[in-house]
């Protein structure tokens, strides 16, 4: 079955970086769109960031354009959202997502998996 496996996320202070990672299993991973999803306690998930199958285009967010960054080996399954500048708004869990099609990437219903999550903390 397809697995999806976030690590790297933590505690980490306002101005700071972070870099997570999500490693897919059980699907070819070059077949599909991924993204990054974000959901904070008492908030809707939202879209963060995508990046289609050959990693030849991404999508932002407005609020962390110019900040964070996705990239993705297909060599090793694994999508990644560098994160830099974080801000305390930035604290949410933060989930990564595949889809075979490049469409209505910001909307999470339209994903087809889904990881776990992984926490990211920014303090202030």
């Known amino acids: 079955q397809v697995q999806l496996v976030e690590s790297g996320g933590g505690l980490v202070q306002a101005g700071g970086s972070l870099r997570v990672s999500c490693a897919g299993s059980?699907?070819?991973?070059?077949?599909?769109?991924m993204g990054w999803f974000r959901q904070a306690p008492g908030n809707e998930r939202e879209f963060v960031a995508a990046i289609d199958w050959r990693g030849g285009s991404t999508y932002y967010a407005d609020s962390v354009k110019g900040r964070f960054t996705i990239s993705r080996d297909n060599a090793k399954n694994t999508v990644y959202l560098q994160m830099n500048s974080l801000k305390p708004e930035d604290t949410a869990v933060y989930y990564c997502?595949?889809?075979?099609?490049?469409?209505?990437?910001?909307?999470?219903?339209?994903?087809?998996?889904w990881g776990q999550g992984t926490q990211v903390t920014v303090s202030s």
């Open positions: 997502a595949a889809d075979i099609r490049w469409s209505r990437i910001t909307t999470a219903s339209s994903w087809d998996y």
């Open positions: 059980g699907l070819t991973f070059s077949d599909y769109v």
